[in-house]
């Protein structure tokens, strides 16, 4: 660092202490921001769990003495997590736009999530969400071209929430920079709000610490040459929704009634966790401190005249192999007799315990019974899984009400940003009608959780009473995009002329009366 650098950071502190100087010590302490600190405490403690982060063990040893070791856990918050995710959404997964101005903007959508990798990159941040409560998407322009940032939990800040969710945030990013022989960290904090005008404002401010518990002193945005572009602040016009996609675990917020952020997984199954966790570890102690060992008397591993010598002696060699450790000297008796010291482990007894307290994580997250215990099955039908996974099906369905109000949120937003033509060098929109009126269509690929055979029939049955569109029953039980799928209706009317609907009828009487009006 500089000495010029270093003179102003000692003006900026002086500044911050005569308050002429933004100072702030945690992002919750910004007026603009209308949430709870302990709100981040408790995604604080989810992140640890969830990055099996637990701390060490204390115990006494056999000497009184204290010990401390690593906690053998098992990460059943990353397990439940990624279980919940995969089965919710997956690469399978298809957003399309169904109106009639959708032609260009489905091209520009895919090209979009297509540049992103968004279809595998949202299944590994929608885990991280599930784990913390939530999380956002935020998509910006860049050379021209819309990117999108993955906001965790821990770095989104509501600033005005309603009934219809969060529409006002500050989004955080931390960046760590070595000056001199130290560390430094900057926060990067970007404000959405709307101005009472209707304008879309966006606010950049970077603040400096010393210390990563404090978010520090603000500085100007250049003092990091990867902010040197940031503009302090943008107005946008025309927008009607926010340039984020929050998305927000299903289920009430009981810790803070008044948040409008999500629970994690960890918040109401901590001390479940903790017992999975406490269960696990004495097990491996037990086994591994539970290795046989035999006492012996101390001259029989004393061969020659040194303590402990195991070297070939012409008088007394060893008795044991040297490469053995289930012998263990005991010395001060006379009498000493070779002792088997070894207990058995309680295998039967630990299994159970883990059991137990699994079924009960299962329970309380929302997951059915056996997925991560051990239940008796044999070969499943499709709908034999459909069943045993009822409990999981009901959870999945409340998760993907959030997700597809997330992902909604984050095409109209992409929609948005696609008019707003200033954003782009040449001054030009990429796109032109109302966000509000597209019509979006995700398809999640149920995968297990649908019986395709069961599918197939009902779907077949829905397009002869003329429920479903043929077009959309071939997208739906052959996996064609739209463009096939008009291939498909093309080649079809021209192999055969188009049938009346009751063609496509039973002949027989749909309760098996077949007889019914004949004489």
């Known amino acids: 660092m500089s000495v010029f650098s270093t003179i102003k950071n000692w003006f900026r502190k002086g500044g911050a202490k005569l308050g002429m100087v933004n100072q702030l010590n945690n992002i919750t302490d910004d007026p603009r921001i209308s949430i709870a600190s302990d709100e981040y405490e408790r995604i604080n403690m989810a992140k640890r769990y969830y990055k099996d982060d637990l701390g060490r063990v204390?115990?006494?040893?056999?000497?009184?003495r204290k010990m401390n070791r690593d906690l053998v856990s098992i990460n059943v918050t990353k397990m439940a997590a990624r279980r919940l995710a995969s089965v919710i959404f997956n690469e399978q997964c298809t957003i399309t736009l169904g109106d009639a101005d959708a032609t260009d903007a489905n091209e520009l959508i895919g090209q979009v999530l297509a540049d992103n990798d968004f279809y595998n990159q949202y299944e590994e941040k929608l885990e991280e969400a599930i784990a913390l409560g939530g999380g956002a998407i935020r998509p910006y322009v860049e050379d021209n071209k819309i990117k999108l940032a993955w906001v965790n939990a821990s770095q989104f800040y509501p600033l005005h929430s309603n009934s219809n969710g969060i529409d006002e945030a500050a989004i955080a990013s931390q960046t760590t920079v070595t000056e001199g022989?130290?560390?430094?960290?900057?926060?990067?904090?970007?404000?959405?709000?709307?101005?009472?005008?209707?304008?879309?404002?966006?606010?950049?401010?970077?603040?400096?610490?010393?210390?990563?518990?404090?978010?520090?002193?603000?500085?100007?945005?250049?003092?990091?040459?990867?902010?040197?572009?940031?503009?302090?602040?943008?107005?946008?016009?025309?927008?009607?929704?926010?340039?984020?996609?929050?998305?927000?675990?299903?289920?009430?917020?009981?810790?803070?009634?008044?948040?409008?952020?999500?629970?994690?997984?960890?918040?109401?199954?901590k001390k479940i966790i903790d017992a999975i966790n406490q269960t696990h570890d004495s097990y491996y102690w037990e086994v591994k401190m539970g290795q046989?060992?035999?006492?012996?008397?101390?001259?029989?591993?004393?061969?020659?005249?040194?303590?402990?010598?195991?070297?070939?002696?012409?008088?007394?060699?060893?008795?044991?192999?040297?490469?053995?450790?289930?012998?263990?000297?005991?010395?001060?008796?006379?009498?000493?007799?070779?002792?088997?010291?070894?207990?058995?482990?309680?295998?039967?007894?630990?299994?159970?315990?883990?059991?137990?307290?699994?079924?009960?994580?299962?329970?309380?997250?929302?997951?059915?019974?056996?997925?991560?215990?051990?239940?008796?099955?044999?070969?499943?039908?499709?709908?034999?899984?459909?069943?045993?996974?009822?409990?999981?099906?009901?959870?999945?369905?409340?998760?993907?009400?959030?997700?597809?109000?997330?992902?909604?949120?984050?095409?109209?937003?992409?929609?948005?940003?696609?008019?707003?033509?200033?954003?782009?060098?040449?001054?030009n929109a990429r796109w032109s009608g109302d966000p509000e009126k597209a019509d979006i269509n995700i398809d999640f690929a149920d995968g297990v959780f649908t019986d395709k055979t069961t599918q197939f029939t009902q779907d077949s049955q829905a397009v002869t009473m003329g429920v479903m569109p043929k077009k959309r029953f071939l997208m739906r039980n052959f996996s064609l995009d739209e463009e096939q799928a008009d291939q498909w209706l093309v080649e079809l009317n021209e192999e055969q002329p188009e049938q009346d609907s009751n063609s496509f009828e039973e002949t027989g009487n749909p309760d098996g009366d077949d007889d019914v009006g004949a004489e």
């Open 58 to 64: 204390s115990y006494l040893n056999s000497y009184g």
């Open 181 to 269: 022989n130290m560390n430094v960290y900057y926060t990067l904090l970007e404000f959405h709000e709307w101005n009472p005008d209707g304008t879309y404002k966006i606010t950049n401010e970077l603040y400096r610490s010393e210390d990563i518990n404090t978010v520090g002193i603000q500085v100007p945005l250049n003092t990091l040459d990867e902010y040197k572009n940031l503009q302090p602040q943008v107005t946008l016009t025309g927008l009607t929704k926010p340039l984020f996609a929050y998305f927000k675990a299903p289920g009430a917020n009981n810790k803070q009634l008044d948040s409008p952020l999500g629970l994690g997984l960890v918040d109401n199954s």
């Open 292 to 427: 046989r060992r035999v006492a012996v008397p101390a001259e029989m591993l004393k061969p020659g005249t040194t303590f402990g010598n195991d070297e070939v002696d012409e008088q007394r060699p060893p008795v044991f192999d040297p490469e053995d450790n289930v012998f263990v000297q005991m010395y001060g008796e006379e009498e000493m007799k070779i002792t088997d010291l070894t207990t058995p482990i309680r295998n039967d007894q630990y299994q159970a315990t883990m059991n137990f307290f699994l079924e009960e994580f299962e329970n309380a997250i929302g997951l059915s019974q056996g997925t991560f215990t051990n239940t008796p099955s044999g070969v499943q039908t499709a709908t034999e899984v459909v069943t045993n996974n009822s409990m999981t099906y009901q959870t999945r369905s409340s998760y993907l009400t959030q997700v597809s109000k997330q992902i909604k949120g984050l095409v109209i937003a992409i929609l948005e940003l696609m008019e707003c033509g200033g954003l782009f060098d040449d001054g």
